[in-house]
């Protein structure tokens, strides 16, 4: 029974809901890209600035700053899906989904813009920290509480509850199969470690990732970069092949070019979240004197995960060329890969990341349930159960198989990017003007500072005044 409620369950996210959500998601980043004369692609350095030299990087009591946004974030969104995921789209659609997977980044990091900046216009103060996200911005933005409670539910399901227990289940079976660790230990170990981080508040989660996440993405790179050293007369020779195959005149004969572009969107899409409504809970936690700084910074965010993570996946297969694989998939293809490049390192360097980048999945991923349940209550209490719940969901997940929970979360997941989508669309108008402000004061040498009646279509009184 709960075999066939599964199948429906993804035959319903993978032939209907998931057309509609990659033309939704596709048509809101190309929408916001004009809308905003291609934010994404003018001034790159702008973006980088502001992430590691802004004037916002300050230290404070309870204060986190746009680089401890955009870790947390990035925490979410590097996980399991770029190194098990990528492979995967190679070898169903071909190494043409990647340049899909590229192509769906570029315009989608417009609609991380617009859904950040938004964040940070209509975020709340909290303490001595700020919370927000898009149901606070449905709420006062669209004055629709219903809608908002609608979307907190979707993502109280999906990230903190449903995708941990994915993402410990996948560390608990990589290090079984690397290391012969029992998966029931694994899970203990990380509920503990979770919980040691989560108890300690929206600051130690921010400090946790604006150290681990750097560090180990560096290192990941650091080992494409060495494969791809090694294999540098042959990289050419891949590009080619992506571009050729994204455009494969025998996959238009067969009919299947459709589903080589599907596979790169929506691998694209799921990575890097864009559009998504995740990454907001965390933009919206920076202290910053603009809006429209975080807009920026995390897109930077949606570049790191797909144009530079997720593309690292991508060249180490190729590279070793997956062909030679047959019948691996996923991770293991990915640990198979690198070891054929470096030896047996490779695989064990596998483990480790898919260990490093889902554990901190699992931590981003909480904290945007806790902005959510924020969202309906303060008590100590209610976030206390609430952290008791997803350390134990932890130790679960890391048991019992999850074809069904993930079925359902992607359910889930899409059902809340559609109702993001529609809300950003309908606040387009915020967005233009906030990002009309900025340049404004930006052509004046300006350091940007925002005052909500600078943009007149702000109705709702926000922190800002």
């Not at 007369?233 to 092949?241: A, K, N, R």
């Not at 899409?269 to 920026?296: C, D, I, R, W």
Request: charged share 10%.
């Amino acid at each position: 029974m709960l075999e066939n409620l599964s199948q429906q369950v993804a035959f319903l996210n993978d032939h209907f809901l998931g057309y509609i959500l990659v033309a939704m998601l596709i048509g809101s980043g190309i929408y916001f890209t004009l809308a905003t004369r291609f934010v994404q692609w003018l001034n790159p350095k702008e973006m980088w600035s502001l992430l590691v030299g802004s004037e916002d990087n300050i230290t404070g009591t309870g204060h986190i700053s746009p680089f401890q946004a955009f870790a947390i974030s990035t925490a979410s969104r590097v996980g399991t899906g770029n190194i098990a995921g990528v492979a995967l789209a190679i070898t169903t659609g071909g190494p043409g989904a990647i340049f899909w997977m590229w192509l769906i980044a570029i315009f989608g990091a417009a609609s991380s813009f617009a859904e950040s900046t938004l964040a940070q216009i209509y975020k709340v103060k909290s303490g001595n920290t700020f919370r927000g996200g898009p149901a606070y911005y449905i709420r006062s933005g669209l004055k629709s509480k219903r809608l908002a409670m609608v979307f907190s539910i979707m993502l109280l399901l999906t990230f903190p509850l449903a995708f941990s227990s994915v993402q410990a289940n996948t560390i608990a079976q990589s290090l079984q199969t690397t290391f012969h660790f029992s998966p029931l230990i694994t899970g203990c170990v990380l509920s503990v470690l979770t919980g040691a981080i989560i108890f300690g508040g929206l600051k130690r989660i921010a400090t946790f990732s604006a150290i681990i996440v750097p560090i180990f993405a560096l290192a990941y790179i650091a080992i494409t970069l060495l494969v791809m050293l090694l294999n540098i007369i042959h990289i050419p020779h891949v590009i080619s092949l992506i571009v050729s195959d994204a455009f494969s005149l025998q996959k238009i004969a067969a009919g299947t070019l459709g589903a080589t572009v599907m596979i790169g969107a929506r691998r694209g899409l799921f990575s890097n979240e864009a559009g998504m409504g995740s990454a907001p809970n965390a933009a919206a936690t920076a202290h910053t004197s603009h809006p429209v700084k975080q807009g920026y910074v995390q897109m930077f965010g949606v570049f790191v995960d797909t144009l530079i993570i997720c593309s690292c996946t991508a060249f180490i297969v190729l590279l070793a060329d997956y062909t030679h694989f047959p019948g691996l998939e996923g991770i293991a293809l990915t640990q198979a890969s690198l070891a054929h490049e470096i030896g047996s390192f490779g695989s064990y360097f596998v483990s480790i990341s898919v260990l490093l980048f889902a554990f901190t999945s699992i931590i981003g991923n909480y904290y945007y349930g806790q902005s959510n349940l924020e969202f309906w209550s303060r008590r100590r209490r209610v976030m206390f159960v609430f952290r008791l719940l997803v350390c134990a969901i932890i130790i679960v997940g890391s048991v019992i198989e999850l074809n069904l929970a993930w079925g359902l979360a992607d359910l889930c997941m899409t059902l809340m990017a559609l109702i993001n989508i529609y809300s950003i669309l309908r606040l387009r108008k915020q967005v233009c003007e906030a990002l009309k402000d900025y340049r404004a004061q930006r052509r004046e040498n300006k350091n940007p500072v925002f005052h909500a009646k600078s943009v007149p279509c702000i109705t709702q009184e926000t922190w800002w005044e």
